[in-house]
């Protein structure tokens, strides 16, 4: 092999299959309208695809937002993360893309039951629903300069959902006091949200 088609191989085995790849491989690993069981694939790494989920949910590809709803939702059935770092999966094909905060919004929820009884299911902004619970935990982050709480529930396979300020809002509402701290009661369990003394 000859340097020229040598450098050609390299550049060829190091490039990440296009969105289109990555979109149709998806199609065909998706059955019966269920999630495609990525914490079973194993596929090689092929490289980073200029894709970027934004702190809002927004998806772009290469600089423009994606404005299909039917392919975000494909490629959100897709996704996996390790660590600290996000990756689309298929059967054959691995490729890692950036998430500024988390892979999905949750833009609404709504409330079954009363206190220690009481169930929230959320939905993320690609139509998912998950019920906060032992499985699905709410987290609450601070900025340590502002003070400022991002609120999370956890989705699936380690994939948070940023809770949108209306929905907080909705959730400080319908809040409780327990053990010297103010938080939420769902699926049995009651998630911190903020120190007591700290209430306004």
């Avoid at 309208?33 to 194993?42: A, E, F, M, Q, R």
């Avoid at 590809?61 to 600290?84: C, N, W």
């Avoid at 939420?184 to 903020?194: E, T, V």
Wanted: hydrophobic share 40%.
């Amino acid at each position: 092999m000859t340097k020229s088609k040598a450098r050609q191989h390299i550049v060829k085995q190091s490039t990440p299959p296009a969105a289109e790849s990555i979109a149709a491989s998806a199609r065909a690993a998706a059955k019966g309208g269920k999630l495609p069981p990525v914490h079973l694939w194993n596929p090689p790494f092929c490289g980073d695809l200029d894709m970027q989920i934004m702190r809002d949910g927004t998806w772009f590809y290469q600089g423009t937002p994606i404005g299909r709803p039917e392919l975000v939702r494909l490629f959100s059935t897709i996704l996996k993360r390790e660590g600290d770092s996000y990756f689309l999966v298929t059967p054959v094909e691995k490729v890692g893309i950036t998430v500024e905060d988390a892979p999905f919004v949750a833009v609404d929820f709504t409330v079954e039951g009363t206190g220690e009884a009481q169930n929230l299911i959320f939905q993320t902004n690609l139509g998912d629903t998950a019920m906060a619970g032992p499985e699905h935990p709410i987290r609450v982050e601070r900025d340590a300069e502002t003070g400022e709480p991002s609120p999370y529930v956890l989705i699936r396979s380690g994939l948070e959902a940023l809770i949108d300020r209306k929905s907080f809002y909705r959730l400080v509402d319908i809040g409780q006091r327990q053990d010297g701290w103010f938080g939420l009661w769902s699926g049995g369990q009651f998630f911190r949200i903020i120190p007591e003394d700290e209430l306004p």
